[in-house]
């Protein structure tokens, strides 16, 4: 099939880290990959963000990035960018008539790349399969005020619920969620992410670290609702423990970055600041040598639409302690490869954090079970062949999918 990716703000090319660039993108960039490998022709379409971004840009054999012009080409809030997508689902509609690859299908992720594809879609005749990845329904629950999607966003992801072809949800919370929203459960079908068991694995070189501090490890993008600040709060009862934080800005930038500052301040005011590291953002290529290098990964998010970086973890071998919510309560399994406590609730968290880290027992079996899980029930492979099925059946050429439990 000729599959055409759509990613409005999460170019796979990216690099990760930065408040707008996370788990969308490495989604996109496995899930490409894994297409490909299938045997597929995937195109990935994504905003241009910067003038000297050639149009098409080769990813690897059977995945080509193609930088679409849709507003300015330079980097732009994700929330700012609705008024472009009109420009660029009129690109799309160009493309796949005038060009000779016409698409079997198309996979869009976040809800703005879905209206410019159900927009092209609907002009060119090309079946539409949602991923939405956040819900703006979610986000104003948790953020209430402090949200700065588009006033329209919740309307338009309902919309979308109706008027695409199949939508692919994560998680079993997301799953009712979306039945919440008024999207029937025979238009959806559930597909979690995978984890690359090959790259994150225990074998493998890990970052240097001291053997007599347990460490806790916790990575991800810069934003209030990742609970870094209740991770934070929570080291004062895990003694001796060290917490070193992985995403945000380069290193280069975090001695001037407002975020990393809140972080340091509050790590000064409850007395552990010589207990806390600020890595700044990671290659990709490098995240297994951090995951590798920690005892724990401690992750505290407000709410998680999916959750890549503990699944990541897990298959480094790495026990998780997360909050309860989202996708976490999918793969993290309690008391079996981790533990899951309430959110914004740095007690618990701690108490959590201190148990597993002084019973040597419990952490081994725990990251047994971890490793177990993440090979066994998370792959790429078995997300795009499980999206290859739906493809087919969206777009006439297999047989009809079954309604999701
Ligand atoms: N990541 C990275 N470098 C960093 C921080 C994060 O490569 O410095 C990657 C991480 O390995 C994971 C993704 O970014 O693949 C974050 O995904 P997750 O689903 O955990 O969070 P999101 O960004 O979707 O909120």
Not at 9 to 17: N, V
Not at 96 to 112: E, L, Q, S
Not at 345 to 366: E, K, Q, T
């Amino acid at each position: 099939m000729r599959i055409a990716m759509i990613s409005e703000h999460a170019s796979p090319l990216a690099a990760l880290g930065g408040v707008d660039a996370g788990g969308q993108n490495t989604h996109v960039a496995e899930l490409a990959t894994a297409l490909a490998a299938e045997g597929h022709d995937v195109r990935v379409y994504t905003r241009r963000d910067t003038s000297d971004q050639p149009v098409a840009v080769p990813m690897r054999d059977g995945v080509t990035v193609v930088h679409v012009p849709a507003g300015p080409a330079e980097p732009l809030p994700k929330d700012e960018l609705l008024p472009y997508m009109k420009d660029f689902s009129r690109w799309l509609v160009e493309q796949w008539r005038g060009d000779d690859w016409a698409p079997t299908v198309a996979h869009a992720h976040f809800w703005m790349s879905g209206l410019a594809a159900v927009t092209a879609g609907r002009q060119t005749g090309v079946p539409v399969v949602q991923t939405y990845h956040a819900l703006g329904t979610v986000k104003k629950r948790h953020q209430g005020a402090a949200d700065t999607s588009p006033a329209r966003r919740i309307g338009y992801e309902r919309a979308l619920g109706r008027a695409v072809d199949r939508v692919v949800a994560q998680c079993q919370d997301e799953v009712r969620e979306l039945v919440r929203m008024g999207v029937p459960r025979n238009r959806m079908a559930l597909i979690p992410s995978g984890v690359d068991s090959d790259r994150f694995s225990p074998e493998g070189p890990a970052e240097p670290r001291d053997p007599d501090r347990p460490r806790i490890l916790t990575v991800g993008r810069f934003v209030e609702r990742k609970g870094f600040a209740d991770l934070i709060s929570a080291l004062k009862i895990v003694p001796g423990a060290e917490c070193v934080v992985v995403g945000g800005p380069p290193p280069t930038a975090l001695d001037s970055d407002p975020f990393a500052d809140r972080l340091r301040h509050l790590a000064e005011s409850t007395k552990v600041a010589d207990r806390l590291r600020i890595v700044g953002a990671v290659p990709a290529t490098e995240m297994p040598r951090w995951y590798r290098s920690a005892d724990v990964l401690a992750t505290a998010p407000w709410y998680e639409p999916f959750g890549l970086t503990p699944l990541e973890a897990m298959a480094c071998g790495v026990p998780v302690v997360a909050t309860g919510v989202g996708g976490l309560n999918d793969t993290v399994v309690d008391g079996l490869t981790g533990d899951l406590v309430s959110p914004r609730d740095p007690r618990s968290l701690g108490m959590a954090l201190r148990r597993v880290l002084g019973d040597p027992v419990r952490r081994f079996a725990y990251a047994t079970a971890a490793l177990d899980r993440a090979r066994q029930c998370y792959s790429w492979k078995r997300a795009a062949e499980q999206l290859g099925t739906l493809y087919a059946a969206v777009s006439g050429l297999g047989r009809p999918t079954g309604a999701v439990a």
